[in-house]
C-alpha cells in the first residue's frame, strides 16, 4: 500500500499540485519539498484513494512533523492541516475543476506535464495522444519472456498457483500478476526473464536466424541481448557493447544464467571495439533515450525529462544510427529502436540520419493504449535496391505507423 501511494503521488504530480494551489496559503513553489511531497501525499489519499479524509489529513500532519526540525514542527502540521482540509472541503463540493483548454485539460487528467500533450498530440492528433497517456498512467502487470517452451511454462506457472496468460505481441510473451516475478522458479533458474513485450518486439523485428552474427550496440542490461542470442543459437554469434561496466556485467550476468553465448565488450556504440573487417547480419541499435515510453513502471519520468533532453539525446541518436550502418554486412538489417514516443526522437531521428546506402523498411510505433506495451518506437533499415539507389528513398507518414515487418 505504501508502495502504491508513492508511485501514484509520483505519477499524478502535476495534477496533485493544480489541485493543492487553490487551497494553498502560497505557492507551492515556495512551499520547502519536503512539505511539498507530504501535501500531494495527502492530496493522492484524498482524491485518488479510499482512504477516509479524516484519516489523510490525520497521517499527513504527523508525517509534517518529521520532516522538519523540530521546532518548526507545530507550524508546519498546522500549515499542512489547513491546506489538505481546505482540499478536501473542495472535492466534497464537487470535486476537481479542470481548465478549458483542451490540451491542458489532457494534461492534468492524463497526469502528464503539457509539452508531453504537446508532442504527442502534434504527432498522432489530441485524441489518440489522450487515450495514449491514459494508459501510461496505467500501472501494468509483470510479463515474463519464456526461454523454451512457452506452454509448458504456462502450464507450470498455473500448476504453482500463479494467474498467467499468453501475451499477444511475441511468442514468448507470458503475463502474471499476483507474484513478484523474480521469486519464481523460472526466472531463478534461467527459464524465464522478466521483460516487457515491447523489448521482445524488437527483437523480433531485426529477424534474427540461427547462425546469425548480430551486433548489440547498446546492450545493457541485457535482455534484447540474451534474447537475441537464443534466436541466433549455438551456430550465431553474438557481440554486445555497453558504454558502462556495470550494465556490461549485467549483460555477462543475464547471459550465464539464460545459458547463452554473448561476446561482450565495453565501449562507445560510436566508436565500438570491433575490427574494421567486422561485419554483422543484424545490427540492433537500442538508442539512449528519454525513456518516456517506459511511465508505465516508471512514473517518475515524465517529470524529468524536458523539451531540452528530446533535442539533446536526438542529436546523439543521429550520430550513432549514422555511424551504426557501417558495421552491416551485405544483405543486413539494422534496426533502430527506442522506448519513447516523442517526434525528436524518433521519426525525425529517421528523416535525419539513415546511413548511407540504407532505406528504411519499417517503422513502428508500440503504445500502451493499444499493444499494451512500453512505448517502443522500432524501425528497421536495410540496403537499398538497385531500383532504389536510382529514386529518392520514400517517407512513410503516420498512417504508416503500424506496419512493421
Known sequence: ?????????????????????????????????????????????????????????????????????????????????????????????????????????????????????DDLADRLGLARAAAVLAADSDPPGPTLRSVGDRDALLAELRAAGVDAEPGQNAPEAIRISGVDPRTLPAVIEGRARPQDEASMVVVHAAGVRPGDRVLDLCAGPGGKTTHLATLAGPTGRVVAVELHEHRAQAVSDAAETLGVTVDVRVGDALAPPLRDTERFDVVLLDAPCTGLGTGRRRPEVRWKRTPHDVAELAALQKKMLAAAGQWLAEGGRLVYAVCTWTAGETDEVLDAAVPDGLVVRSRQQLLPDREDTDGMFIAVLSARTAQESAAPAAHLDDDDLGSLV
Do not use: I
Open 1 to 117: 500500500f505504501a508502495a502504491h501511494l508513492a508511485y501514484e503521488t509520483l505519477r499524478w504530480q502535476g495534477t496533485l499540485d493544480h489541485l493543492l494551489t487553490p487551497v494553498c496559503a502560497r505557492p507551492l513553489d515556495e512551499v520547502e519539498p519536503a512539505l511539498r511531497r507530504v501535501l500531494r501525499l495527502g492530496a493522492l489519499q484524498l482524491w485518488r484513494s479510499h482512504v477516509p479524509a479524516h484519516a489523510a489529513v490525520t497521517t499527513s500532519v504527523d508525517l509534517a512533523r518529521t520532516v522538519v526540525p523540530r521546532r518548526r514542527a507545530d507550524g508546519a502540521a498546522g500549515f499542512v492541516n489547513g491546506v489538505l482540509r481546505g482540499l478536501s472541503r473542495s472535492l466534497e463540493a464537487g470535486g476537481p475543476t479542470w481548465p478549458d483548454d483542451p490540451r491542458d485539460r489532457a494534461a492534468l487528467t492524463t497526469g502528464h506535464p503539457r509539452w508531453l500533450v
